[in-house]
């Protein structure tokens, strides 16, 4: 294909800039080797770009130059490290509320999935069940029953607890006599309160469910073929023990004698 | 995205690539700086700036396109936002129009023939070249030196400056005649050349203006 003079003009800048597909460069070659004042129109254009070439070779940049960059890029990395920790600041002071609430939410939910504590967990200790014993049995509650035969008393609480709820049976030559009972915490365990006279005195007896609420510390004395914690707090002895899988606390103002021959024959 | 995958793969800081892949041009951006400001206290606070610009945009740079290029485009973005916005525009673009004497001189010489003048190009002195390629006017003394000079291609160009193809094709045509006819008219006048009106070239386009290579194409098809 053949190209005009005017094309040529037009085109040849392309043509010495190497912007021309190969079909055209053909073209335009072609043309230039049968036109001497197209060639004449090439060969300035050559000439100029070379002169430009020669006045602006490549010269390296002044050492300064690199060095100066060198340390716009520290300050440019300095500066990007602050944005993060600021920006990581902004973040953490806003993630902190959230997460503590976060975390008080999901400490509620696992408490109630967890319900009561299981037995592996921590065990209350005998010195603080005392208090509430000795609380007890000092202030001497108005009873939800009242009764004299420990059956009666079970039946009451059959459906009310859950655990078996067996007064202990003292020994008729303690006389002790069954007075009443009622429903109680011990910690946040139901627990059953029931008192006996017992010939001038009075015995208070926590039942509840050991399993659930494992009790350590006290001194270990047998009594009766029993394990007894015991624990003296103010004058009041209180000593504890647990029979298929029920917890007694016994609080007495009796003397400490007293009680444990109390215990070691209840049944 | 490449990039970060590419850092990821060979461990590298976004830093050590940075300088891996945009230091090798420091030479070519100082000396389009120099060129572009005309002083080179300037000159190193525009590459200074640029460069820092594009660490910071490093990340928007795609991996396998042309880092000449981008840097370039940053270069000359910023000398567009800052350099230029000191400088009195309205100067910077009269630049050789300014100058009418040399027009006197051309009108008044003739010229001893076509081959004296194309040998005249290589024997002009290099500070004079330099001294008209700086008086042309921005637009076109920036394109010629990304083409004659850097060896970026009219796509590349284009990408830099942020114009059309064409534009591209339009403003080095008219930039290297006008080159051509400063340092015609500077032969003629330092007693190189008889000047010739007739012989004195054109900074005109063709009758037809610049067509984009596209628009060529299409006309050859048809």
């Known amino acids: ?267 | 995205m490449g990039l970060f995958k590419r850092r990821k793969q060979s461990g590298a800081s976004q830093r050590e690539v940075f300088e891996r892949e945009a230091l090798p041009h420091l030479d070519a951006l100082h000396g389009m700086a120099l060129r572009l400001t005309r002083d080179e206290r300037q000159a190193e606070d525009l590459v200074q700036d640029a460069l820092v610009k594009a660490y910071r945009f490093f990340h928007r740079f795609e991996e396998g396109s042309n880092i000449k290029a981008w840097l370039f485009k940053v270069l000359v973005n910023t000398f567009y936002n800052t350099v230029r916005k000191e400088k009195n525009l309205g100067k910077l673009r009269a630049g050789v129009e300014l100058e009418p004497h040399r027009e006197r001189y051309l009108g008044a010489a003739t010229v001893a023939g076509r081959h004296a003048e194309e040998a005249t190009l290589d024997a002009l002195a290099v500070e004079e070249i330099k001294r008209e390629v700086d008086a042309l006017p921005e637009e076109f003394r920036t394109a010629v030196l990304l083409c004659d000079v850097h060896d970026l291609s009219y796509k590349e160009i284009a990408e830099v400056v942020g114009c059309p193809v064409g534009t591209v094709m339009s403003r080095l045509y008219r930039g290297r005649k006008l080159l051509q006819k400063r340092l015609h008219g500077y032969a003629v006048e330092q007693g190189y050349l008889k000047a010739d009106a007739e012989a004195e070239p054109s900074a005109e386009e063709p009758a037809q203006a610049i067509a984009s290579l596209e628009d060529f194409r299409r006309r050859k098809q048809a």
């Not at chain 1, 520290?74 to 973040?91: K, N, V």
């Not at chain 1, 609480?157 to 067996?166: G, I, L, Q």
Request: glycine residues 8%.
């Open chain 1, 1 to 267: 294909m053949s190209m005009s003079c005017d094309d040529v003009r037009k085109f040849i800048q392309a043509y010495l800039d190497g912007e021309l597909d190969e079909h055209e460069w053909a073209a335009l070659s072609l043309h230039l080797e049968s036109c001497a004042s197209c060639r004449r129109e090439a060969r300035t254009e050559e000439r100029l770009r070379r002169a430009v070439r020669r006045s602006l070779p490549l010269e390296p940049a002044p050492a300064s130059l690199r060095q100066r960059v060198g340390t716009a890029l520290d300050a440019a990395d300095a500066e990007r490290r602050e944005e993060d920790a600021g920006r990581l600041r902004r973040w953490t002071l806003r993630l902190v509320p959230a997460a503590a609430v976060i975390a008080l939410g999901l400490g509620f939910l696992w408490s109630r999935l967890q319900g009561p504590r299981p037995a592996s967990g921590l065990k209350t200790s005998l010195a603080s069940l005392a208090e509430q014993s000795i609380e007890w049995h000092r202030l001497s509650p108005p009873m939800d029953v009242t009764a004299t035969n420990p059956e009666a008393v079970q039946r009451y609480f059959s459906d009310k607890v859950p655990f078996a709820v067996r007064p202990p049976v003292f020994p008729a030559g303690q006389r002790a006599r069954l007075v009443g009972a009622r429903l109680a915490n011990l910690r946040e365990h139901r627990a059953v309160f029931v008192t006996y006279q017992v010939g001038g005195g009075r015995v208070s007896v926590f039942i509840f469910d050991s399993n659930a609420l494992p009790v350590a510390g006290g001194r270990v004395v047998r009594a009766g073929g029993r394990d007894v914690r015991w624990q003296e707090v103010r004058g009041y002895n209180v000593g504890l023990y647990s029979a298929g899988g029920t917890g007694y606390a016994v609080t007495s103002d009796l003397d400490p004698r007293g009680l444990v021959q109390l215990i070691a024959h209840s049944h």
